[in-house]
């Protein structure tokens, strides 16, 4: 028999229940013979029970002190799993198979010639009952050929004790006895071979499911690390305008401040204040994209109140008119979603401060039904969409990038000299 260390989910506890149930049955049947009959309602019934309370007696006591009782405590004993490991429950299966096979036995060769014939056949039938018990627990913790060595083991016994000479047995009772073991082992192995094939494909499909959530795991860790792989490239499209433009003037004017300071003082003077006037800004815009990088206003005041608050301190600094349309209804959106308008539209806002030269900006957030649809026109300068690629224009790719991951749609459109347009949809196509 397969010595399996880990045990089938449940198997452990089944068993238990199994052998307590039997327990208490036997004990109930003890208690009844020893209980004085007072009438019988009939001949017929009277035999019946003389019979049971004469030739039952042993095989019932044989069952509760030789194996129900102890295998009951032997499977209510951790300690015992633990020492023996993959030794257990087969120590276990086999216990609870020696039981009901010697039992009826025992008692028919303390009996000898004087064992009825009623008794014979329902001791066989008796055991065979017992003997599910075991017969389930192979089939569910092993394979569908040990349910074959069970049948084996358990057939080849009792033919083996009706044919010695422990038990006395005549030439006519033994054909119908023989009949039982082989329709005991016709029963078990139709029932142990559906048992198993059914645990069977539980456990291959227990394996599928294990499987599909490593896979998942594996799937969830590479969307974090590409998630953190983005959001560092968005944090360098956040900090790329402003530093890189910071910089590089400030850079330009240091030259100048350099070959001014020999010739000129008062104008590298004056290069020096807009230079550090310049990384002054700088730093102010620096740590106001730092701050904004997690779009705390969406934690703060909600999607609308926080477009409200961008659209105010944008327009103060672009000098523009921004005309904002939030609808009341918005409804609820996960928070990704709300927080990749958010995005955009600061993105957005941004640039048109920046470069647009606009006069004039219409921003627009709607509802309809289960879609939810964002724009954000101006009558700036405008710029030519097919040479986004070569001018490496960071801001606009990081929008889309944040619409695709959210499942959404970014469309822009724009004209040199006409301005420009942003339009995010979700859960809607164009």
């Known amino acids: 028999m397969k010595l399996a260390g880990e045990l089938e989910p449940g198997v452990l506890q089944t068993f238990r229940l199994f052998v307590g149930v039997q327990l208490l049955v036997s004990s109930a049947g003890m208690i009844l013979h020893l209980l004085p009959q007072f009438q019988a309602p009939s001949e017929i019934i009277l035999h019946f029970r003389l019979i049971a309370s004469s030739t039952g007696i042993v095989t019932q006591l044989m069952v509760i ?3 129900s009782g102890p295998l009951f405590l032997y499977l209510s004993i951790p300690a015992l799993r633990r020492m023996l490991k993959s030794y257990y429950l087969p120590i276990a299966i086999l216990w609870a198979i020696a039981g009901p096979i010697f039992a009826p036995y025992i008692e028919l060769h303390s009996l000898g010639n004087n064992a009825p014939q009623l008794f014979l056949q329902s001791a066989l039938w008796q055991q065979a009952i017992l003997l599910f018990i075991p017969l389930i627990v192979v089939s569910w913790q092993y394979s569908s050929r040990y349910v074959i060595v069970f049948c084996a083991l358990t057939t080849g016994l ?51 499911l294990k499987e599909a959530n490593a896979r998942l795991a594996q799937y969830a860790s590479t969307m974090e690390q590409l998630t953190t792989s983005r959001e560092r490239n968005r944090l360098a499209r956040e900090l790329h305008d402003i530093l890189a433009h910071t910089l590089s003037g400030v850079a330009v004017e240091l030259e100048g401040l350099r070959a ?48 409200k608050s961008l659209v105010e301190s944008v327009a103060d600094r672009a000098g523009a008119r921004i005309e904002l349309t939030v609808e009341d209804n918005l409804g ?19 640039n048109i401060a920046d470069h647009a030269q606009a006069k004039n900006v219409q921003v627009t957030l709607m509802r309809e039904s289960a879609q939810i649809k964002l724009s954000i026109g101006d009558d700036g300068c405008g710029f030519d969409p097919s040479t986004l690629d070569k001018e490496h224009k960071y801001g606009l790719r990081g929008m889309r990038e944040r ?3 959210v499942g959404g749609k970014l469309y822009i459109e724009s004209q040199v000299g006409l301005g420009t347009k942003i339009v995010f949809f979700y859960g809607v196509s164009r």
Do not use: W
């Open 65 to 67: 002190g030789l194996v």
């Open 158 to 208: 009792n033919i083996f004790l009706l044919l010695s000479e422990i038990v006395p047995i005549e030439a006519d009772v033994l054909r119908p006895l023989m009949g039982i073991v082989f329709m005991q082992m016709l029963a078990f192995i139709l029932v142990g071979h559906m048992l198993a094939n059914l645990v069977k494909v539980q456990r291959e499909q227990r394996q599928s």
């Open 260 to 307: 001014m300071l020999g010739r000129d003082p008062e104008q590298a003077s004056l290069l020096l204040n807009h230079a550090l006037q310049a990384i002054r800004e700088g730093l102010t815009e620096t740590r106001r994209a730092l701050q904004e990088l997690r779009a705390k206003p969406l934690e703060d005041l909600g999607l609308a109140l926080a477009l």
């Open 332 to 350: 609820d959106f996960p928070i990704e979603v709300e927080q990749c308008i958010y995005r955009i539209a600061q993105e957005a806002l941004t």
């Open 403 to 405: 619409a695709e991951m």
